[in-house]
Every structure is written in C-alpha cells, then in structure tokens.
C-alpha cells in the first residue's frame, strides 16, 4: 500500500522503523539517528548488517537464545 501510494498518487511517509524490508522500498530516503543525523544507504544500517548476518548463518545466532 506504501508504495502503491507513493508511485502512483504522490503520497509522503515519514516511517520510524528498524526493518530492513520497509528500508528498501523504491525511492526511500533514510536518516540515521546518532550523535547526529545522516543520511545512508539501506545496506549501511544496522539492522540490515544484522539480518543478512542473521539470513547468511542462522546457527550462530541462534546458539544465544
């Protein structure tokens, strides 16, 4: 629906999230918020470092649960 409103009707989102997966919507402009704000790619977050990790070896994360 996100994006369906963005491509076709010029809707606007500001999304707080820590999913990869709403990260990579076409077109998407994220801001990382540390000591100060910057703008990066998707592949840069945290979070995605985390889930390709994840994604890549499921054991090792898994061994802490």
Do not use: W
């Not at 491509?7 to 997966?21: L, Y």
């Amino acid at each position: 629906m996100i994006k369906n409103l963005s491509e076709n009707h010029g809707c606007q989102f500001i999304i707080a999230t820590h999913s990869p997966i709403l990260m990579t919507l076409p077109n998407a402009t994220i801001y990382q918020f540390t000591e100060k704000i910057q703008k990066v790619n998707y592949e840069d977050t945290e979070h995605f470092t985390i889930m390709k990790n994840f994604l890549n070896n499921p054991e090792a994360f898994l061994r802490y649960l």
